[in-house]
Antibody, heavy 119, light 113 residues
Framework: QVTLKESGPGILQPSQTLSLTCTFSGFSLSTYGMGVGWIRQPSGKGLEWLANIWWDDDKYYNPSLKNRLTISKDTSNNQAFLKITNVDTADTATYYC???????????WGQGTLVTVSS | DIVMTQTPSSQAVSAGEKVTMSCKSSQSLLYSENKKNYLAWYQQKPGQSPKLLISWASTRESGVPDRFIGSGSGTDFTLTISSVQAEDLAVYYCEQYYDTPFTFGSGTKLEIK
């Protein structure tokens, strides 16, 4: 059974760095073909893809976030991470991690973690 | 970036009715080498995370009821629910994974009369 769970700071101030952790089970990021992605959703709005990381450490980023993103993984502890630097109120959203399927689609999703950026 | 346009933005149907919703991409999602369309459909029920329904435009995920049917090719795609049930109340999103940045449509909200 594949499960994923996101964790984050809840609230942070503008200009700080947002650090998110995705802890998963039911698959390994050291297995060929596995990957994890991050997607966010402002309240009442649509979905925005942020970044993907694959078993071989190949990484993909959304260029709209202008080099603010860093995705990484800890294979031994079944975790993936996302950092977003210099956050702004526009970064307020629910952040999801998801296991990537055979292509860059999101087969299994976590419950999401709400992040609020406020001064 | 590939722009995904979903229509309608919302629709209300009665249980048992057939419903179709559209997803159009600004460029073709059909990869010529494998003849596959790089499009997925998701269902997001109120207060829940999105759930994958369909990948490769028409391949239903395991456990997804067969009333959910994905079709289309190139730039025009459709999600059909052959006989809507009350539990299908949700927002439905399409996603293209043909090219980065991977992009989602703005969603179609399905309401049950």
């Amino acid at each position: 059974q594949v499960t994923l769970k996101e964790s984050g700071p809840g609230i942070l101030q503008p200009s700080q760095t947002l650090s998110l952790t995705c802890t998963f089970s039911g698959f390994s990021l050291s297995t060929y073909g596995m990957g994890v992605g991050w997607i966010r959703q402002p309240s009442g709005k649509g979905l925005e893809w942020l970044a993907n990381i694959w078993w071989d450490d190949d990484k993909y980023y959304n260029p709209s976030l202008k080099n603010r993103l860093t995705i990484s993984k800890d294979t031994s502890n079944n975790q993936a991470f996302l950092k977003i630097t210099n956050v702004d109120t526009a970064d307020t959203a629910t952040y999801y991690c998801a296991r990537i399927g055979g292509g860059h689609w999101f087969a299994y999703w976590g419950q999401g973690t709400l992040v609020t950026v406020s001064s | 970036d590939i722009v995904m346009t979903q229509t309608p933005s919302s629709q209300a149907v009665s249980a048992g009715e057939k419903v179709t919703m559209s997803c159009k991409s600004s460029q073709s999602l059909l990869y010529s080498e494998n003849k596959k369309n790089y499009l997925a459909w998701y269902q997001q029920k109120p207060g829940q995370s999105p759930k994958l329904l369909i990948s490769w435009a028409s391949t239903r995920e395991s456990g997804v009821p067969d009333r959910f049917i994905g079709s289309g090719s190139g730039t025009d795609f459709t999600l059909t629910i052959s006989s809507v049930q009350a539990e299908d109340l949700a927002v439905y999103y399409c996603e293209q994974y043909y090219d980065t940045p991977f992009t989602f449509g703005s969603g179609t909200k399905l309401e049950i009369k």
